[in-house]
Nanobody, 124 residues
């Protein structure tokens, strides 16, 4: 079984920073992409950032460009999301996801595995 476990969320003031981590464990699986998504109450889950596992190209939502950075540590089997200059509208539950097959990398549909989510709250 594949497990993804997020950590690093919390409460932060506007303009502050957080670094989220996603640790993968369990059975070995092929990877096409891994990414971060978020969901606020009453809203649909939306794309934030992703990385193509082989090419290592990165993708960002317009709202994240210039503020968020996705990265990985292969030795630790961990994915990261560095979030700077946080805004109240960034408040959401953030989910780590992995796709084992080809998907449209910026969309929710097609990702196979999901973590439990970690809450990020940005106050003004």
């Amino acid at each position: 079984q594949v497990r993804l476990v997020e950590s690093g969320g919390g409460l932060v003031q506007a303009g502050g920073s957080l670094k989220l981590s996603c640790a993968a464990s369990g059975r070995t699986f092929s990877r096409y992409a891994m990414g971060w998504f978020r969901q606020a109450p009453g809203k649909e889950r939306e794309f934030v950032a992703a990385i193509h596992w082989v090419v290592r190209s990165t993708y960002y939502a317009d709202s994240a460009k210039g503020r968020f950075t996705i990265s990985r540590d292969n030795a630790k089997n961990t994915l990261y999301l560095q979030m700077n200059s946080l805004k109240p509208e960034d408040t959401a539950v953030y989910y780590c996801a992995a796709a084992s097959r080809v998907v449209v990398i910026t969309r929710v549909q097609g990702y196979d595995y999901w973590g439990q989510g970690t809450q990020v709250t940005v106050s003004s």
